[in-house]
């Protein structure tokens, strides 16, 4: 099964600052990347999919980039809700998996 | 609105069984493959099993074939999973998620997850 590696584990930023998370597969999943968010007690939540489509709903300040073995979430101006684990997936092959996750704190 | 809701977990002893519950409202359940993906403390997100809008599974994780058995009942929107021979390893939170692609047998359609319940935990211990 294709192995997500998220990077780096935790990330401690004030608001307004920009925040760059990764994700990196252990073999290609072409542009099939999605991100989930997930705040404290909540389920996950859609944020973005086939790389770098936004969800309904998602703020524009959220875009992710990548192709093949290397994808980044960008949040551009941090906001206090943006607090929260953020998760990569792949659908390209079966079954699908998900990244560790990295957790967002906003201080 | 799409709503998920799980029931059916619980507090059960290794060996035993437990069966699992998702009802779903808001959209037209019979065109969505639906799955069941858990959270398990330290170990992130799991993808546990799916069923396809047209009657199919989509398949079992490794670490529960055999042990566990989805089903679907689209009279009821509902989405079934019979878990037996639970083991501490099952301990998590269950949850419901719906795939996004209308109607497609596609896979990476069936596993893009764009609404999820409020989940179900299930503890196995003795």
């Known amino acids: 099964e294709i192995v997500l590696t998220q990077s780096p584990a935790t990330l401690s930023l004030s608001p307004g600052e920009r925040a760059t998370l990764s994700c990196r597969a252990s073999?290609?999943?072409?542009?099939?990347l999605a991100w989930y968010q997930q705040r404290p007690g909540q389920a996950p939540r859609l944020l973005m999919y086939?790389?770098?489509q936004r969800a309904t709903g998602v703020p524009a300040r959220f875009s992710a980039s990548g192709s093949g073995t290397d994808f980044t979430l960008t949040i551009s101006s941090l906001e206090p809700e943006d607090s929260a684990i953020y998760y990569c997936?792949?659908?390209?092959?079966?079954?699908?998996?998900f990244g560790q996750g990295t957790r967002l704190e906003i201080k | 609105e799409v709503q998920l809701v799980e029931s059916g977990g619980g507090l059960v002893s290794p060996g035993r069984s437990l069966r699992l519950s998702c009802t779903a409202s808001?959209?037209?359940?019979?065109?969505?493959?639906i799955n069941w993906v858990r959270q398990v403390p330290g170990k992130g997100l799991e993808w546990v099993s799916g069923?396809?809008?047209?009657?199919?599974?989509?398949g079992y994780a490794d670490s529960v074939k055999g042990r566990f058995i989805i089903s679907r009942d689209n009279a009821k929107n509902s989405l079934y999973l019979q878990m037996n021979s639970l083991t501490s390893d099952d301990t998590g939170l269950y949850y419901c998620?719906?795939?996004?692609?209308?109607?497609?047998?596609?896979?990476?359609?069936?596993?893009?997850?764009?609404?999820w319940g409020r989940g179900t935990q299930v503890t196995v211990s003795s």
């Open positions: 998620t719906r795939g996004s692609g209308v109607r497609s047998l596609q896979f990476n359609d069936q596993t893009l997850f764009d609404y």
């Open positions: 997936q792949q659908r390209i092959s079966w079954p699908t998996t």
């Open positions: 073999q290609t999943v072409r542009s099939y």
């Open positions: 086939d790389t770098s």
């Open positions: 808001g959209f037209n359940f019979d065109d969505y493959a």
């Open positions: 069923f396809s809008w047209n009657g199919g599974s989509i």
